[in-house]
């Protein structure tokens, strides 16, 4: 089965019948406990929509145009990564390659999300406001909907173990049957399941009961952040409609691997406003430029001192 069909065959899937939409008017306590009953939730409204459609354009010039974003990143010294040439999928990239000349979307929305309600959020997930965003592992992502079979994957098992959740913002509305986006198996397992040789849970377990699935609508400015142990999918429909996000993974600092430090951004509160502290990468990496970045710097206390590792 492929996710038109089961869309088609149960409608109900695309809405919130298990209570896991939240305001920001809610407390971050209780938005806190939903997800550990259930290993995701969305929050309504979290950023803003004309910040995230500024971000998605700078993203699609910067896919449409390859030869200029090359050109751009040989004049700093770097060069596309593997993974960042567009497929017939679209392409995946580090959240510091997608810029237009000294503008990073990546930035932008990292120093919204700090300002916004979204972090208290975080902060009441992983129980520490000393936190960690891995760069490493955050994705920008051009997806291309394609019809895609069911099926789904765990980040325990297909990014790091040692990360507890990720962040998935959408730069744009998302409905489902009409563009792809990203939806979910609830609960949680609470561990990893079995798989595939190609790491994917497969459709047997992501069809068995489809009262536990969810694949939601996303208004501009929505985000849904899952657990590491939370089964996904992204879904495609066939429309080829082009679809950005970004993914930012975090950590309490006290669990980060010093593995995964290169690049790293820590976040901690400074008179009570999350403040990055601190940004971590090693000396000619080529995140530099965007930890340096004015978004970024305008997120960052008046002391801060980047250490090269």
Same mark, same amino acid.
């Given at each position: 089965?492929?996710?038109? /069909?089961?869309?088609?065959?149960?409608?109900? %899937?695309?809405?919130?019948?298990?209570?896991?939409?939240?305001?920001?008017?809610?407390?971050?306590?209780?938005?806190?406990?939903?997800?550990?009953?259930?290993?995701?939730?969305?929050?309504?409204?979290?950023?803003? !929509? /004309?910040?995230?459609?500024?971000?998605?354009?700078?993203?699609?010039?910067?896919?449409?145009? !390859?030869?200029?974003?090359?050109? @751009?990143?040989?004049?700093?010294?770097?060069?596309? =990564?593997?993974?960042?040439?567009?497929?017939?999928?679209?392409?995946?990239?580090?959240?510091?390659?997608?810029?237009? =000349?000294?503008?990073?979307?990546?930035?932008?929305?990292?120093?919204?999300?700090? +300002?916004?309600?979204?972090?208290?959020?975080?902060?009441?997930?992983? @129980?520490?406001?000393?936190?960690?965003?891995?760069? +490493?592992?955050?994705?920008?992502?051009?997806? %291309?909907?394609?019809?895609?079979?069911?099926?789904?994957?765990?980040?325990?098992?297909?990014?790091?173990?040692?990360?507890?959740?990720?962040?998935?913002?959408?730069?744009?509305?998302?409905?489902?049957?009409?563009?792809?986006?990203?939806?979910?198996?609830?609960?949680?397992?609470? &561990?990893?399941?079995?798989?595939?040789?190609?790491?994917?849970?497969?459709? /047997?377990?992501?069809?068995?009961?489809?009262?536990?699935?969810? #694949?939601?609508?996303?208004?501009?400015?929505?985000?849904?952040?899952?657990?590491?142990?939370?089964?996904?999918?992204?879904?495609?429909? @066939?429309?080829?409609?082009? &679809?950005?996000?970004?993914? #930012?993974?975090?950590?309490?600092?006290?669990?980060? !691997?010093?593995?995964?430090?290169?690049?790293?951004?820590?976040?901690?509160?400074?008179?009570?406003?999350?403040?990055?502290? /601190?940004?971590?990468?090693?000396?000619?990496?080529?995140?530099?430029?965007?930890?340096?970045?004015?978004?970024?710097?305008?997120?960052?206390? +008046?002391?801060?001192?980047?250490?090269?590792?």
């Amino acid at each position: 089965m492929n996710f038109k /069909e089961l869309v088609e065959s149960h409608p109900e %899937i695309m809405r919130d019948r298990h209570a896991l939409s939240f305001s920001e008017q809610r407390r971050p306590a209780e938005v806190a406990a939903a997800f550990a009953r259930s290993g995701v939730v969305m929050l309504k409204g979290a950023l803003a !929509p /004309e910040t995230l459609a500024t971000c998605a354009e700078v993203f699609r010039h910067f896919v449409l145009h !390859p030869s200029e974003a090359k050109d @751009g990143l040989a004049r700093a010294g770097q060069r596309l =990564q593997t993974g960042d040439d567009e497929t017939s999928a679209g392409s995946w990239h580090s959240p510091w390659a997608v810029r237009d =000349q000294d503008r990073f979307p990546a930035a932008v929305i990292i120093s919204a999300l700090l +300002k916004s309600w979204t972090w208290d959020v975080v902060e009441e997930i992983c @129980g520490s406001s000393h936190l960690a965003i891995v760069l +490493k592992f955050c994705t920008a992502r051009h997806g %291309i909907d394609r019809p895609l079979g069911v099926g789904a994957h765990q980040d325990a098992k297909v990014v790091d173990p040692d990360l507890p959740l990720s962040i998935w913002i959408p730069l744009h509305q998302i409905v489902p049957h009409l563009n792809s986006g990203l939806g979910f198996v609830v609960p949680d397992p609470g &561990r990893l399941l079995p798989t595939l040789p190609h790491n994917d849970v497969g459709p /047997e377990y992501v069809l068995e009961d489809p009262a536990k699935l969810w #694949i939601p609508p996303y208004a501009a400015g929505d985000l849904t952040i899952h657990s590491k142990f939370a089964p996904h999918f992204t879904t495609g429909y @066939g429309t080829l409609s082009d &679809r950005f996000s970004l993914e #930012i993974r975090a950590t309490p600092r006290s669990a980060l !691997p010093s593995r995964h430090e290169d690049p790293a951004i820590c976040v901690s509160r400074r008179n009570g406003i999350p403040t990055i502290v /601190e940004a971590r990468s090693s000396a000619g990496s080529a995140a530099r430029e965007f930890l340096d970045s004015a978004e970024l710097g305008r997120s960052a206390s +008046k002391d801060l001192r980047k250490v090269r590792i």
